[in-house]
């Protein structure tokens, strides 16, 4: 039985799909069952990197997802519409979805669900996340048995490759932005990637799938990188951590304070985070992207590889339609309702997320003090007030005249340092906190 | 549809089955539709770490393999006999297997899937390599469209404790040996760890997956960690690299010089290597095992995780056994023999191997030699006769009255390598020769 595949959009991902389909570097015999019968683009007279006969191009998207000679719909033209209309559409006229549309799952993900398993199809995605990266079927078919405690991961390669050259070769945040600009790493406008809108998309993603809930794309708390600045990396070098760009979803915050956090509340976020160098994720560097997924009973595993790309992102996208093809030749005919439930996604709970003042961490936090007696004396003490116990307290530096006073605490919730932080700016001998990061 | 087990095997690994069955941390529907029918074990009388009802347990093996009421075969007894026999009468009376038995399917791995493609059932693996690490399935089901080129891990947790404790703390072998036995992470009779063999069984397994062929396991060149000394792992250090057991199945090795190799030749080995620090294998320690698969076009990817340990391996299995029931439940009833292509163990060619002979490496090798001038020169004269070019010569140390000369050659096959040995080693100046290792 053949089946026939409607691919919307011929950008770089859907280029590398074809081209994989079309010319696979390794012929799984499944791969013969498989034709295109349609690609979705926006002009027909573009020139195109791969080959492709030109009478299976359209501009008409709508008229793939309504063809009823079309098994599956892969949607690749990423962004918000028309892609969710279109999937939604062709979820309705029965047809099997494979997206690498982070923004459009991580926001409508649930509605998409639902309509998917009303229709009795299938959404796969796990070119989603982590580009080629197998970790949404690994998540979904072989940590099921486990109970998912935390997902952690680098997932945005261009803000880790920015990080990298920060860290390896002392560059400033600009600099190094310009030079992933330069590499075709990030985009003219690089505010989704380095504003964490990206990694808030991904881990939205993995918190769905990890804890087999929803939640609401927009409660999740992002930070981006602008702030990191060389002398920070160079502080936290010197401490013994690497500052990364999390991504982290984990069950009962460790260490959450507030009474009024249930042991069934998720922390979802992504901000810079000082690592402890032995951390596995602390050497991920350039471009690559970790997914960490700590579990019980199976402890720590982690999957790396390359977050993005064409060849490696059309990877999991045709692994997506094989593993398709195999459910739909292989399923009952009398019973085409019945969906192989380890790759349908449950969404049934709603993720409950606590706030971030509630969240219990490690800080790092960098003062700008006048050079005088008394300064650590006076941190020291206000925050013990505030019951903020000091891990580590370094003076080595200077900024003009004023001395450098970098501090790394103990647990402690957001909501109290921050008081004590608030009551620390009013002293005199204080002339700014430049930076504030969490520590892993 | 309820679907039935027979468990043979109640060790550790039976033990933590068994417990994941019964009191899954993650309560996955498809649970609910397992039942266990029967546990083979060798004694009855035995104190069970387990609760597990009397009445399932028996000594007779045999019996449950021929149960018609049994759907799925869970072989945990490992070994080679009566594993495969008992394995070989399963699949025969058309059960479906789950193994942990990394030993039996190395050797026995293409007879075994011989019959079950005769019986139309499946042979599971996930637990056989890398313990909990979901590396079997991403590599069938995930990278399938990729041209895999080379699979390289640290597949043993025992030797990579031990190289650990002797990189981090400077143990000798023999005391880091004595720790891992006291913490239960190595046998009392350590050989299967300690010289490869297990490594061995992994590799050859991963090289069939990877590679979709059969090969001869003994046939895997085997190197254990026992010749690796803190003086090595010292000078490794200094040099930039760490010294890790890696386990290597390559297509088409780089460099490969000797003109009978063709291109479809497959070099496979296990031996200690010294890695770049800078390598994603490198920073894999402690009982930790990670596998580095490198394809076209996905590039590298890397799964880590814990190779072995009860939880972590019954995860592994409980994830076989779902996604067999998954499978199972929704499998066409009409036509029992369509088995998803994907879960399907393709081994229909041999693999060939080239011999160590053809490989090119770079080599460490470690001199100790008279304390005379001239000694580095004959060296590297020596060594330039072969065509062996040199990429660092150290002399910094003293072993008693010798002078202690550590090499680092670029690539050269280990045929050229020898014959300059062999001629160094008659030269008046050399004393000994006690370290050679390659470097990836």
């Keep these: 039985m053949g089946v026939k595949l409607g691919i919307l959009g011929l950008g770089t991902v859907g280029t590398g799909t074809v081209e994989l389909l079309a010319n696979p570097t390794q012929g799984h015999p499944l791969l013969q069952s498989v034709s295109i019968s349609k690609v979705g683009v926006r002009s027909l007279d573009k020139f195109r990197q791969v080959e492709i006969d030109q009478d299976l191009l359209t501009t008409d998207l709508e008229a793939i997802v309504s063809d009823s000679s079309i098994d599956i719909v892969v949607e690749l033209i990423g962004g918000l519409e028309p892609a969710r209309s279109l999937i939604l559409k062709a979820i309705e006229n029965g047809k099997h979805i494979v997206t690498a549309n982070k923004a459009v799952i991580s926001r409508f993900g649930a509605e998409i669900f639902d309509a998917a398993s009303k229709s009795g199809v299938y959404v796969m995605l796990e070119a989603a996340v982590g580009g080629g990266i197998p970790v949404i079927s690994p998540l979904r078919q072989y940590l099921i048995v486990n109970r998912i405690d935390r997902v952690m991961g680098i997932v945005n390669?261009?803000?880790?490759?920015?990080?990298?050259?920060?860290?390896?070769?002392?560059?400033?945040?600009?600099?190094?932005?310009?030079?992933?600009?330069?590499?075709?790493?990030?985009?003219?406008?690089?505010?989704?990637?380095?504003?964490?809108?990206?990694?808030?998309?991904?881990?939205?993603?993995?918190?769905?799938?990890?804890?087999?809930?929803?939640?609401?794309?927009?409660?999740?708390?992002?930070?981006?990188?602008?702030?990191?600045?060389?002398?920070?990396?160079?502080?936290?070098?010197?401490?013994?951590?690497?500052?990364?760009?999390?991504?982290?979803?984990?069950?009962?915050?460790?260490?959450?304070?507030?009474?009024?956090?249930?042991?069934?509340?998720?922390?979802?976020?992504?901000?810079?985070?000082?690592?402890?160098?032995?951390?596995?994720?602390?050497?991920?560097?350039?471009?690559?992207?970790?997914?960490?997924?700590?579990?019980?009973?199976?402890?720590?595993?982690?999957?790396?590889?390359?977050?993005?790309?064409?060849?490696?992102?059309?990877?999991?996208?045709?692994?997506?339609?094989?593993?398709?093809?195999?459910?739909?030749?292989?399923?009952?005919?009398?019973?085409?309702?019945?969906?192989?439930?380890?790759?349908?996604?449950?969404?049934?709970?709603?993720?409950?997320?606590?706030?971030?003042?509630?969240?219990?961490?490690?800080?790092?936090?960098?003062?700008?003090?006048?050079?005088q007696p008394g300064v650590i004396g006076k941190l020291g003490t206000t925050f013990g007030k505030y019951g903020v116990s000091l891990e580590s307290v370094v003076q080595t530096g200077f900024q003009e005249k004023l001395a450098e006073i970098v501090v790394v605490t103990h647990d402690v919730t957001e909501g109290d340092f921050h008081k004590a932080l608030d009551e620390i700016r009013t002293a005199e001998a204080i002339d700014s906190i430049p930076s504030l990061f969490r520590v892993l």
Tied chains: 1, 2.
């Design 157 to 371: 390669g261009t803000t880790n490759y920015i990080l990298t050259q920060m860290q390896e070769k002392g560059s400033k945040f600009e600099d190094a932005l310009a030079d992933a600009q330069n590499l075709g790493y990030a985009e003219a406008d690089p505010t989704a990637d380095v504003d964490g809108l990206d990694a808030a998309d991904k881990i939205a993603i993995l918190t769905s799938i990890a804890f087999c809930g929803c939640l609401n794309r927009d409660n999740v708390y992002t930070e981006g990188i602008r702030q990191v600045s060389r002398t920070d990396i160079a502080y936290a070098e010197k401490l013994g951590f690497t500052i990364k760009l999390l991504a982290i979803a984990s069950r009962n915050p460790k260490g959450v304070i507030a009474q009024a956090v249930t042991d069934s509340s998720l922390s979802v976020r992504v901000h810079p985070t000082l690592l402890p160098k032995s951390h596995p994720l602390a050497s991920i560097n350039d471009v690559y992207n970790a997914i960490l997924v700590e579990g019980e009973p199976i402890g720590q595993v982690m999957f790396f590889g390359p977050g993005a790309g064409k060849g490696a992102t059309a990877s999991a996208v045709c692994a997506d339609i094989l593993n398709l093809v195999s459910r739909i030749q292989t399923a009952s005919q009398s019973n085409t309702n019945s969906l192989d439930p380890l790759l349908v996604n449950a969404h049934k709970n709603e993720c409950h997320l606590s706030s971030m003042a509630q969240l219990a961490t490690r800080f790092y936090a960098r003062f700008l003090t006048k050079d």
